[in-house]
């Protein structure tokens, strides 16, 4: 697996992980008593920016925990959980949602598209939610042309290929301009050429847009173009052999 460079840090006594994501003994439990589940044991994970990090693992490991803990959608039980340098855990929700506005993008299996919003209109959702306004850098046309889209910006979600949809999935978590980009299963649905090129992009996107992206996913085929491998079995996390 290749090495990409990371950025400088902006500020002085950061690091380029503290400008992605870094989580730190983090335990995240379901149940009570013998009924107690542990969704997350004990996770270290970093993933600085430019980097792409696949985690795979059986169902039921964690996976998906991980990643909401890790977008402020869930507050662990113990550990600390930093984007961008901004603490993930705080205890107000009003908080953590501001903070994943500004900082996540979520891309969802098969693009998660609202059915009746054309391409370029899932693109201003996040920018309006936000209270932000198209800008530049920020031209929903422009992202659908940069990520192979020209040219489909008025067609809806059934008029797109399985590829497609994610594409456009990826484009809109990537309209805010996040830090760190969560990714869950984004091959799932695709045929194995289309996995590739999904891939590959979020690849190119992580390192062109120094990115720390996080994907989740059983495609081995896929993982050649990972940065690092982690995987997960009953809520704990290590690096793949």
Not at 51 to 56: D, R
Not at 221 to 233: A, G, P
């Amino acid at each position: 697996m290749s090495s990409r460079t990371t950025p400088s840090p902006s500020a002085p006594g950061t690091t380029p992980a503290d400008l992605g994501l870094v989580m730190r003994g983090v335990h995240l439990r379901h149940g009570d008593g013998a009924e107690t589940v542990h969704a997350l044991d004990d996770v270290d994970l970093t993933v600085a920016p430019g980097e792409l990090a696949a985690i795979v693992g059986p169902s039921g490991a964690g996976k998906s925990s991980l990643l909401a803990v890790a977008g402020g959608l869930a507050r662990p039980d113990e550990g600390t959980v930093t984007v961008a340098g901004h603490d993930m855990t705080v205890s107000s929700r009003r908080a953590r949602t501001e903070l994943r506005r500004r900082h996540v993008g979520f891309v969802f299996q098969s693009g998660n598209l609202l059915p009746a919003l054309t391409a370029a209109d899932q693109l201003r959702l996040p920018l309006r939610l936000g209270g932000r306004r198209d800008r530049s850098g920020r031209d929903p046309l422009q992202m659908l042309a940069h990520v192979g889209l020209a040219g489909k910006a008025d067609r809806r979600p059934h008029q797109l290929s399985g590829g497609e949809r994610q594409r456009v999935g990826i484009a809109r978590a990537l309209m805010t301009e996040p830090s760190v980009l969560l990714v869950d299963e984004p091959t799932a649905a695709l045929d194995r050429a289309r996995s590739h090129d999904i891939v590959q992009l979020l690849a190119q996107e992580a390192r062109e847009r120094s990115v720390a992206v996080v994907m989740v996913t059983h495609d081995h085929d896929v993982l050649q173009y990972c940065d690092t491998i982690y995987e997960m079995i009953d809520g704990k996390l290590a690096t793949s052999s």
